[in-house]
C-alpha cells in the first residue's frame, strides 16, 4: 500500500467529496466546511493553503463562525501542508484535543471489481496524483468471517439508533443528542451510507460503532467503537470491527479506514490496519475570544 496515494485519494473522495445530513456543505477556494444544523459539530473537512497565507485563512474562518455563534473543529493530517499548521491554530485560540492515528485496511476485492474500481479512480484523480495501488496485501478472511460469538445487531430504526448513541453518551459524556439526530436523518434519507451496530447484553446496550459509505468512494470508514466499562475484555469491540470489516467488503470497497486511540490502534491493528499518518483535532468556541 502506497501511503501518499492513499492519502491523496482519501483527501479526494472522503475530506472533499463527503456528503452528511443535517450539515450545510460550504465549498470555498481554500476550505470544505460543514455547518451544523444543530448548536454543536460543524467542522473543516478539507484545507489547502500557501504558507504565507495559513495565518489569514484562520482568522477568516474564525470570523465566520464566530459570526453564526457557533463552535467548530478543524481536523489537521500530519500528511497536510504547510507543516505546523496545528501550531498556527493553537497561536489563534483553538485548544488541541487528543491525537489519533489514522489507519488504513486493504481490502481484498474481486478481479472483476478491481479493475472497474481502478479506472474509476484514475478517471477521477489522474490530475492531481498518480492512481491509487490496488494492492490487496495478505489478508486472513477467516479472521472477518469467521462465526462469531458475540451477537452484533444491526439497528435501522430511532429506538436502534438511540440505543447505540447511549453508549456512546456514557462512555465519552456529554451531549450527544446533535449527532444522534445526524444518525437518524442519515439513516432515514440516505441508507445506503451508513451501517450502525450494537451489542445488548440481554436488552441493554453495551457496545456501539457504526460504518459509513461515501457514494463513489473506495473507501469506507469505522466510527464509534465503544463499550461499556463494565463490559470491557469480552471480545465486543473486536466483534464489532470483523462485523464492520465484512460490510464493508460486502460493499467492494478498497480501503477501509479508522481514527484509532490508543488502545483502538492496538486492537486494529490485529486484523491488518496500517497506520498511515496523525489526526490531530483543534476545537474553537466563540467564547474563547
Known amino acids: 500500500m502506497n501511503n501518499k496515494q492513499v492519502t491523496d485519494a482519501y483527501r479526494r473522495f472522503e475530506r472533499q467529496g463527503l456528503v452528511l445530513e443535517g450539515f450545510r456543505k460550504e465549498v470555498t477556494p481554500n476550505v470544505v466546511r460543514f455547518v451544523s444544523d444543530g448548536e454543536s459539530g460543524s467542522f473543516i473537512s478539507f484545507f489547502e493553503v500557501p504558507e504565507q497565507d495559513a495565518d489569514q485563512l484562520i482568522q477568516q474562518e474564525i470570523a465566520y463562525f464566530t459570526t453564526l455563534g457557533k463552535d467548530f473543529e478543524w481536523k489537521v493530517f500530519s500528511t497536510d501542508e504547510p507543516a505546523g499548521f496545528g501550531e498556527k491554530l493553537v497561536s489563534q485560540g483553538f485548544v488541541k484535543e487528543s491525537t489519533e492515528s489514522f489507519m488504513v485496511l486493504p481490502l481484498p476485492?474481486?478481479?472483476a471489481t478491481e479493475t472497474e474500481t481502478e479506472t474509476e479512480i484514475e478517471t477521477e484523480?489522474?490530475?492531481e496524483t498518480d492512481a491509487v495501488e490496488i494492492e490487496p496485501t495478505r489478508f486472513e478472511p477467516d479472521l472477518a468471517l469467521r462465526s462469531e460469538a458475540v451477537s452484533v445487531v444491526e439497528v435501522i430504526d430511532e429506538a436502534g439508533i438511540?440505543?447505540?448513541m447511549s453508549v456512546q453518551?456514557?462512555?465519552f459524556g456529554g451531549n450527544w443528542e446533535?449527532?444522534?439526530a445526524e444518525l437518524i436523518a442519515t439513516k432515514q434519507k440516505r441508507p445506503?451510507?451508513?451501517k450502525i451496530y450494537v451489542v445488548f447484553d440481554a436488552e441493554m446496550p453495551v457496545?456501539?460503532?457504526w460504518l459509513r459509505f461515501t457514494e463513489g468512494s473506495p473507501f469506507a470508514g469505522l466510527?464509534?467503537?465503544a463499550t461499556l466499562d463494565s463490559h470491557r475484555g469480552k471480545g465486543y469491540y473486536s466483534a464489532l470491527v470483523k462485523r464492520r470489516i465484512r460490510d464493508a467488503m460486502a460493499k467492494q470497497k478498497q480501503y477501509l479506514t479508522i481514527d484509532a486511540s490508543e488502545m483502538s490502534r492496538v486492537i486494529v491493528e490485529k486484523h491488518g490496519f496500517q497506520h498511515v499518518a496523525i489526526t490531530s483535532p483543534y476545537l474553537w468556541k466563540p467564547t474563547q475570544e
Do not use: M, N, Y
Open 109 to 111: 476485492v474481486s478481479q
Open 125 to 127: 484523480i489522474e490530475t
Open 162 to 164: 438511540r440505543a447505540a
Open 169 to 171: 453518551e456514557q462512555v
Open 178 to 180: 446533535d449527532h444522534t
Open 192 to 194: 445506503d451510507d451508513l
Open 207 to 209: 457496545s456501539s460503532a
Open 223 to 225: 466510527w464509534g467503537g
